[in-house]
Structure formats: structure tokens, C-alpha cells
């Protein structure tokens, strides 16, 4: 039985093979993206407005990836002919780096008159931003930013004062023993204990926050895994996507997590009667990025702008952010108005909208104000160092944690567990499931 349904299964995906290559590739759009990163119906909507433009028809295929990593190997590897693809900041810098991307042509816009929605949309602090990338390689010219955010503290203020939680110092703070939960994501980690740690060079001028951003060197990882090899005792936690879920039911007080994830939890914790809040630590944080890019392989170059352009329309980007819970790189002022909330207290957001934005009423987690960007850095990648930050994690995962720890997360997987099982289809209006 297991033989008939191997050859099945091999000869449906023959047949399918064969269905996508007798079509014209003109008519095919192949979109790699992040899992429920997109809003609902935005593909039909840009099928249908693509015609509109060009005339011609188009079927996106859209396929969706968890991992950067595991996406950027199938271009490097296999050659895959993905015409858009939504890597993070430092896998566009690879790429770029390596020669993968083709850069945006703005022509195809012109000839049908089609309104270009990426110049007249994006934000100057972004194209700021994305010129860092590569200083000898101008990245706004072969990647446009999708969403962004910052890295900060998801804290519970019933058990813990914001003092407290606005220093990276909360990670290992004997005050939270086994209430403490870290991201699983080296990069992530890495940048803002070291930040911390650094806090001298930073104040003295010797070193600046981006300078930092490329600091591989062994003096400063020894460092970084020193502090979270002091800290982990007290760490119930390193998780992926599971970590804003327990900090809504009091299963952890402290979670060093992304801007987006914290709006989630704020409000599912709400739900609940449980408050939340999220910080960036004064030392400084990290800002990230993740942005459409045409890889080398693409085949449908064209259709691969559009699709961009499309993505960059205001009403689209407003639908987007509304399904994700993270906040568009778009700095129309519609997007703007979108999330005026009378409510709040004004931040100034002149750097990303201009200067009639020096004083709006908006969530100053996904917009933050002017004084907190401007202790944020871009990471960057690593290259062939890499590999020496993913064994610095190994180390600190991997050495012998105390059986606090053990009991703690033990019981957590369990409680998820239980609970996934019981509402295995729940969709929340703010689901977002970023992998970084």
C-alpha cells in the first residue's frame, strides 16, 4: 500500500511538473514568503490588478518558508527560479553580498503608466536604513523593506518594575529566577548583550552602535556567552514562537522578544486579564528588517515588480499590518493615519514620516518615538563568522542547566501542548508567526 501511494504521489507531482512548465512563464509568479505574512485575499486582489495594468494575466504561486536559512539554500543550491522572496536584513545583505539579487527595473512600471508605489512610499528612515547594508552597494536598488521592528522586553509589571525591565541586565536578574524566557535566535540575542556589555566603548566614542553590530570578534563572544551562561539558570525558556503565549498566562514574566510579538501578547494577555508591556532596554537594541527582493534565478522579473509595487500600495500595506501585527516599512501618510489612536500619548515620528509627524498619537511599540530609534542599530551578517556564533549558542543551550529549568519548561511544553491540541484552529486578528 505504501508503494501505490509513492508512485501516486510521484506521478501527481510529474503531472504537476508538466502543467507548470507548459505554461508560459510570463503567466506564472513564484512567491516565497514567510508563513502568515501576508494578508487574506491580497493575492487574488493582485492577480485581478495586474490585469488591470498590463493587461495580461497572471497566477501567483505562493509558497512560504519558516527559516531564512533553509530558503536562501535552495536558491544557493538548487537554483530555484523564485521570482520574489522576503528574506530578513541580514540574508539580503548576504545575498546582495554574493551576487544572488537582480536589481529592481522600474521600466516595465513606466510603459503601462502604472503609479510606482515603492519611490513615492518609502519611508527615508528606511532608505537610510537599507543603505547601511552595504556600503559599496546601494541595497534600495535591489530590495524593497516589507515590515520592520525593533527588539525589546515583553515584562509583566504586576512582578516586574519597568526600571527593572529597561535594562538588558532583567536577563539575569536573581529576581525572575524561572520566569525569564529568551528567543532562540543567536543573532538576536547576541546583539544586545553586547550592547550592554559595551555600554563604556558606547559612551566613551571608542566604538559607535553600528560599528558593534559587526563585532565577531572571540574577546566579545566570550563575553556574550559569559553573561548568558550566568544568566541561564534563571532562564525557564529558549523558544521560537511559544514565548508570547506564555507570558499572557503568567508562565513567564520577563521574555527578550520582537516588537510585533509583544502587540500580540499585549493584547491576548488583555483577553485574559493579564497585562503586558514592552520596552526597548535603555543600553540600546537592535532594529530588523525583512524586505522583497528578485533573486538571480528568477524568471518572471516583471511580474516581480509589480508584485513589489503592489505590496507597496498603502491600502495593501494598512491590510497587511492589520493581519500580521507588524508594522509596514511604508511611509505614506495614509498608513500613518491608519493607526491614529486619540488615546495614546504623541511620539515623535518625524524620521519615518516627516517632519508634520513630530507629534502623533500612535502605538509606540510598532512606531517608535525618535529618542528610541535612535539608540537602535541595523545587525549585520557575519559571513564566514557565522559559524562561530552558532557555536557560541550551542555552548550556551547546550551546557548543563539547572533542574529548575528543566521542571519549569518541562511543565510549560506540556501546558502548550494541552492547550495547541484544544484550539489547534484558533486565529487570532493579530496571529503573527515571524521566524527570524
Keep these: 500500500m505504501n508503494k501505490i501511494f509513492k508512485s501516486v504521489a510521484v506521478a501527481a507531482a510529474i503531472i504537476s511538473a508538466v502543467s507548470l512548465s507548459a505554461k508560459d512563464r510570463k503567466d506564472i509568479l513564484k512567491v516565497y514568503n514567510w508563513s502568515d505574512y501576508i494578508a487574506e485575499g491580497v493575492i487574488d486582489d493582485f492577480e485581478a490588478w495586474y490585469k488591470e495594468q498590463t493587461g495580461n494575466d497572471i497566477e501567483v504561486i505562493y509558497m512560504t518558508f519558516d527559516v531564512n536559512e533553509s530558503m536562501l539554500s535552495k536558491i544557493e543550491k538548487g537554483h530555484e527560479d523564485y521570482d520574489v522572496v522576503c528574506p530578513s536584513d541580514y540574508i539580503i545583505e548576504r545575498m546582495l553580498n554574493n551576487g544572488l539579487l537582480l536589481p529592481l527595473d522600474f521600466d516595465a512600471l513606466e510603459k503601462t503608466g502604472t503609479e510606482n508605489y515603492i519611490v513615492k512610499n518609502t519611508s527615508p528612515y528606511i532608505r537610510n536604513m537599507f543603505s547601511q547594508i552595504n556600503p559599496k552597494i546601494d541595497a534600495n536598488k535591489y530590495s524593497v523593506a516589507f515590515m520592520w521592528g525593533t527588539t525589546g522586553i515583553i515584562y509583566n509589571p504586576e512582578f516586574v518594575s519597568k526600571e527593572d525591565a529597561s535594562t538588558w541586565n532583567v536577563i539575569r536578574n536573581p529576581k525572575y529566577f524561572g520566569k525569564i524566557l529568551l528567543k532562540?535566535?543567536?543573532?538576536?540575542?547576541?546583539?544586545?548583550?553586547?550592547?550592554?556589555?559595551?555600554?563604556?566603548?558606547?559612551?566613551?566614542?571608542?566604538?559607535?552602535?553600528?560599528?558593534?553590530?559587526?563585532?565577531?570578534?572571540?574577546?566579545?563572544?566570550?563575553?556574550?556567552?559569559?553573561?548568558?551562561?550566568?544568566?541561564?539558570?534563571?532562564?525557564?525558556?529558549?523558544?521560537?514562537?511559544?514565548?508570547?503565549?506564555?507570558?499572557?498566562?503568567?508562565?513567564?514574566?520577563?521574555?527578550?522578544?520582537?516588537?510585533?510579538?509583544?502587540?500580540?501578547?499585549?493584547?491576548?494577555?488583555?483577553?485574559?486579564?493579564?497585562?503586558?508591556?514592552?520596552?526597548?532596554?535603555?543600553?540600546?537594541?537592535?532594529?530588523?528588517?525583512?524586505?522583497?527582493?528578485?533573486?538571480?534565478?528568477?524568471?518572471?522579473?516583471?511580474?516581480?515588480?509589480?508584485?513589489?509595487?503592489?505590496?507597496?500600495?498603502?491600502?495593501?500595506?494598512?491590510?497587511?499590518?492589520?493581519?500580521?501585527?507588524?508594522?509596514?516599512?511604508?511611509?505614506?501618510?495614509?498608513?500613518?493615519?491608519?493607526?491614529?489612536?486619540?488615546?495614546?500619548?504623541?511620539?515623535?515620528?518625524?524620521?519615518?514620516?516627516?517632519?508634520?509627524?513630530?507629534?502623533?498619537?500612535?502605538?509606540?511599540?510598532?512606531?517608535?518615538?525618535?529618542?528610541?530609534?535612535?539608540?537602535?542599530?541595523?545587525?549585520?551578517?557575519?559571513?564566514?563568522?557565522?559559524?562561530?556564533?552558532?557555536?557560541?549558542?550551542?555552548?550556551?543551550?547546550?551546557?548543563?542547566?539547572?533542574?529548575?529549568?528543566?521542571?519549569?519548561?518541562?511543565?510549560?511544553?506540556?501546558?502548550?501542548?494541552?492547550?495547541?491540541?484544544?484550539?489547534?484552529?484558533?486565529?487570532?486578528?493579530?496571529?503573527?508567526?515571524?521566524?527570524?
Design 184 to 436: 532562540d535566535a543567536p543573532r538576536d540575542v547576541y546583539a544586545p548583550v553586547l550592547i550592554y556589555l559595551k555600554q563604556d566603548e558606547l559612551k566613551s566614542g571608542k566604538v559607535t552602535l553600528q560599528e558593534l553590530m559587526s563585532d565577531s570578534s572571540d574577546e566579545s563572544l566570550a563575553a556574550v556567552e559569559a553573561m548568558l551562561m550566568e544568566a541561564k539558570p534563571g532562564v525557564c525558556g529558549f523558544e521560537a514562537d511559544l514565548g508570547k503565549e506564555q507570558m499572557t498566562k503568567n508562565r513567564a514574566w520577563v521574555s527578550l522578544n520582537w516588537s510585533g510579538d509583544a502587540v500580540w501578547a499585549i493584547e491576548e494577555a488583555a483577553a485574559v486579564g493579564v497585562t503586558l508591556d514592552y520596552i526597548v532596554p535603555e543600553e540600546g537594541s537592535t532594529v530588523w528588517f525583512d524586505g522583497w527582493v528578485i533573486p538571480k534565478y528568477a524568471k518572471n522579473t516583471e511580474a516581480a515588480t509589480y508584485f513589489i509595487n503592489f505590496m507597496c500600495r498603502p491600502d495593501i500595506a494598512i491590510r497587511n499590518m492589520e493581519e500580521t501585527g507588524y508594522i509596514a516599512a511604508n511611509g505614506a501618510w495614509e498608513v500613518l493615519e491608519s493607526q491614529i489612536d486619540e488615546s495614546l500619548d504623541p511620539v515623535d515620528l518625524s524620521y519615518f514620516f516627516g517632519e508634520e509627524a513630530d507629534s502623533v498619537r500612535v502605538d509606540p511599540i510598532l512606531y517608535p518615538d525618535r529618542a528610541v530609534i535612535e539608540r537602535c542599530a541595523l545587525e549585520h551578517d557575519w559571513g564566514e563568522d557565522t559559524e562561530k556564533l552558532l557555536d557560541m549558542w550551542q555552548n550556551v543551550k547546550g551546557s548543563k542547566a539547572g533542574a529548575v529549568t528543566y521542571i519549569i519548561l518541562g511543565v510549560a511544553v506540556l501546558a502548550i501542548a494541552g492547550a495547541a491540541f484544544a484550539s489547534k484552529k484558533k486565529k487570532s486578528s493579530r496571529h503573527s508567526k515571524k521566524r527570524r
